[in-house]
């Protein structure tokens, strides 16, 4: 790669961390329009490519990194050019997923939990990408940094991986009948028994106090006979006239069917 080009790629990187600085303090007043809307749901997309990258960078970095390999600074080792074309991917996926963030639905713990260990990645990145030539960073300090960088990474896809398929989603196959035992009909409680394990399996992963599409949550009882956005989900008495069972009927193509197509369906 040429010398401007890289020159050019790491002012753009500054660039890229300073906006989300910038994002970060004021989003609060930041209202997305409609036609960016598209780029930030392109966020899940996009947030493969850096994943990838900055894990090979940092693997590379643990177990070769050289001080001499840095000497010419015109011809930036393999490692070296890794990382920064994965900062820079990085810089987009967090830019898109804040974009994202501002729109409705998505809030709670597990959203900022996802958001600060993003920008965190971004920034932590940016920092080795541009004190590797220094004479403190040594291959000690390389390996801690890599080692840092993996776990912040972790989480944040743990995280967004919570906000996109529910609690626990990674561990939910293993550890979803640990606790539960089987109640005999005769004794069993309607909710929390029977309907409650349906919604937390094929509903709960976007109604829930974390990602509350349609301002809807679905994973307990009193958000459940709260209803959302479309109004109350039941009508007493009346079972065949209540939403949730005209969106649950409704034909697959439909766009308010639901589950949504790509979702478990109901059986």
């Known amino acids: 790669m040429k010398k401007k080009l890289f020159f050019f790629a790491e002012q753009l990187l500054i660039v890229a961390n300073i906006f989300v600085v910038f994002i970060l303090i004021f989003e609060s007043k930041l209202s997305i329009p409609v036609w960016l ?3 930030g ?12 990258l900055l894990l090979l ?11 001499q390999e840095l000497s010419e600074k015109n011809h930036p080792n393999f490692s070296q050019k890794l990382l920064l074309v994965g900062s820079l991917l990085t810089a987009i996926t967090v830019i898109m997923g804040l974009f994202l963030s501002r729109e409705d639905g998505y809030s709670g713990s597990s959203l900022q939990w996802h958001k600060w260990t993003g920008a965190g990645t971004l920034f932590l990145v940016s920092i080795v990408y541009f004190v590797r030539n220094t004479n403190w960073y040594k291959p000690v300090t390389a390996k801690a940094a890599g080692i840092v960088i993996v776990f912040v990474l972790i989480a944040a ?17 293993v550890t979803a009948d640990k606790g ?20 937390e399996k094929k509903c709960a992963g976007c109604h829930n106090p974390d990602k509350m599409k349609g301002e ?10 709260k209803g959302g956005k479309s109004g ?10 209540s939403l949730i069972l005209e969106r649950i009927h409704l034909p697959w193509e439909e766009k308010k069917h639901m589950p949504p197509e790509g979702k478990p369906q109901l059986t």
Request: proline share 7%.
């Open 57 to 67: 960078a940092m693997f590379l970095d643990f177990f070769s990194f050289k001080k």
């Open 232 to 241: 109350k989900l039941f009508i007493p008495g009346d079972a065949d006239l």
């Open 180 to 199: 539960r035992h089987i109640v005999p009909v005769e004794q069993a409680i309607v909710f929390e028994d029977v309907i409650k394990p349906i919604l």
């Open 37 to 39: 809307q598209p780029v």
């Open 41 to 52: 749901r392109m966020h899940t997309l996009m947030l493969h490519f850096p994943i990838v």
């Open 216 to 225: 809807l949550i679905l994973t307990d009882s009193i958000s459940i006979m």
């Open 157 to 173: 896809g743990h995280y967004g991986a919570s906000l996109t398929h529910g609690e626990n989603f990674i561990l939910q196959p």
